[in-house]
């Protein structure tokens, strides 16, 4: 059975602060997804990953996958009071079922003003 | 260009009755997928379907519960005879041909069961 571990569980910071949060696993993904999750609502993907050591960035948000592609983290420069959210994310099992994602539990971030 | 719908947003059942939760994928996605967030847990893969077609239910439980997505119409999870442990969010996704690891979510369905 596939695990990601997210980390930390629970992020407080200030509005201006830049701050990174991890999600690893001792199995190796096809993939990586991050996502946001806002109360009530669905996960809003926000990247998709697939080569080992990959870079993604989007606006204040980057995105690394690992050389091993077992673990990946999601860093945030300058964050604002709209990056409040649960970030999760998910990775596409290998072995030609890379549509089966295996979500973390998810990293809830709150930033205040 | 609208996303992944999803209906109803809630829905509430007693016991011993039956749940039909609806998801119409994004415009030019064929393969929906159904996801189930129980509360404290992370979204756990139950379904994978293409149109008339179960590709992939190993995450669904083996009584009860049932999918389908048809020719024409919605994807539906068909839930019977409910059990308070039926309670959760259920998510439909859906992803764009040749990638099935990007899926888009829809805002899901919080099933009550009383």
């Known amino acids: 059975t596939q695990l990601l571990e997210q980390s930390p569980q629970f992020l407080s910071i200030q509005e201006g602060e830049n701050l990174t949060v991890y999600c690893n696993s001792s199995s190796v993904f096809s993939s990586l997804q991050w996502y946001r999750q806002e109360p009530g609502e669905g996960p809003v993907l926000l990247v998709t990953v697939v080569t080992g050591g990959e870079v993604k960035k989007l606006k204040r948000l980057t995105f690394q996958f690992g050389d091993a592609r077992k673990d990946s983290s999601l860093h945030i420069t300058a964050a604002q009071t709209g990056d409040t959210g649960l970030y999760l994310c998910a990775g596409g099992s290998s072995g030609g079922s890379n549509y089966k994602l295996t979500f973390g539990k998810g990293t809830l971030l709150t930033v205040n003003p | 260009n609208a996303g992944v719908m999803q209906n109803p947003r809630h829905l509430v059942r007693r016991r011993g009755q039956e749940a039909r939760l609806r998801c119409s994928p994004m415009k030019g996605h064929s393969h929906v997928y159904w996801y189930r967030q129980l509360p404290e847990e992370g979204l756990k893969f139950m379904v994978y379907?293409?149109?008339?077609?179960?590709?992939?239910e190993s995450g669904m439980p083996k009584e009860r519960f049932s999918a389908e997505f048809p020719k024409e119409g919605p994807s539906i999870l068909r839930i019977q005879q409910v059990v308070r442990g039926d309670s959760a969010a259920y998510f439909c996704a859906s992803s764009p041909p040749g990638r099935t690891d990007t899926q888009y979510f829809g805002p899901g369905t919080r099933l009550t069961v009383l």
């Open positions: 379907l293409q149109k008339e077609n179960i590709i992939d």
